[in-house]
């Protein structure tokens, strides 16, 4: 079965205090594609093939569009909604990850 993960990321809207509010943002992306890619493990064990687009839209702050799951059955949706970690969850642990340490401000 084919599942489908969007996701948008505002670079403007990642705060103060990065060097590149840009490079951060796809910094972020690439934490938050494989965090998931974790969460799901046991669907690519099963055969399921998982397709993530993170769109980060540089120099833009403002409305995000929520996550969004697409998958042939509504119970795979679920599934797939209950595996994966929060996008809020997500923010607060790159944060203090040493995949954000390179790109935070030394102020």
């Known amino acids: 079965m084919n599942i489908t993960i969007y996701t948008q990321i505002l670079s403007g809207n990642m705060g103060e205090g990065w ?3 840009n490079a951060a943002a796809d910094a972020l992306a ?3 594609e ?4 974790e969460d799901l493990a046991e ?6 093939e998982i397709e993530m687009e993170i769109d980060v839209q540089k120099d833009t ?3 995000c569009h929520d996550l969004g799951v697409w998958a042939d059955t509504n119970e795979m949706v679920e599934r797939v909604n ?5 996008e809020q969850v997500i923010w607060e642990r790159f ?3 040493d995949d954000a340490a390179e790109y935070m ?3």
């Open 34 to 37: 494989a965090t998931w890619r």
């Open 82 to 86: 209950s595996l994966l970690t929060d």
């Open 43 to 48: 669907l690519i064990a099963e055969g399921h």
């Open 95 to 97: 944060c203090c990850s």
């Open 19 to 21: 060097q590149d509010n």
């Open 61 to 63: 702050g403002g409305y």
């Open 105 to 107: 401000s030394e102020e």
């Open 30 to 32: 690439a934490y938050t």
